[in-house]
């Protein structure tokens, strides 16, 4: 994802004869908004730059992480753990959406879900 976003650097620059006007801050804080031919950047120092994209990356694993959970639940699972290990797994090995991986899961292990069976629930409530 991160990639997909364009945030690895690949290019580098040198900077030289810079001409700089403060508008508003100071130097010595940072990150820096640049305003440039009527662009506006960031400049991060890399170690800013390093905790923001760690940062990303932890929300999206996170997000990630939720959406598995909420779909799984969806399909009753016995163990929650046990098919989000297979899942992930799947999602791994093969270039699935995650509810084709588990549509393929559900499919090939059953024993992982619930089973549900109408008759039988009304059964039991009545």
Request: cysteine-free; aromatic content about 4%; hydrophobic content about 40%.
């Amino acid at each position: 994802m991160v990639n997909e976003l364009n945030l690895d650097p690949r290019t580098h620059v040198k900077v030289k004869n810079l001409d700089v006007e403060v508008i508003k801050g100071d130097l010595a804080e940072k990150p820096w908004l640049i305003e440039s031919e009527g662009k506006n950047y960031i400049l991060l120092e890399e170690n800013q730059y390093d905790e923001l994209i760690d940062l990303l990356k932890d929300v999206l694993e996170q997000n990630l992480e939720l959406k598995l959970e909420q779909r799984i639940m969806a399909e009753l699972p016995i163990d929650l753990e046990d098919v989000k290990t297979v899942v992930k797994q799947e999602l791994e090995e093969n270039e699935l959406s995650i509810d084709q991986a588990i549509t393929k899961v559900k499919k090939e292990y059953p024993n992982l879900f619930h089973k549900m069976d109408i008759e039988s629930i009304i059964s039991d409530i009545l």
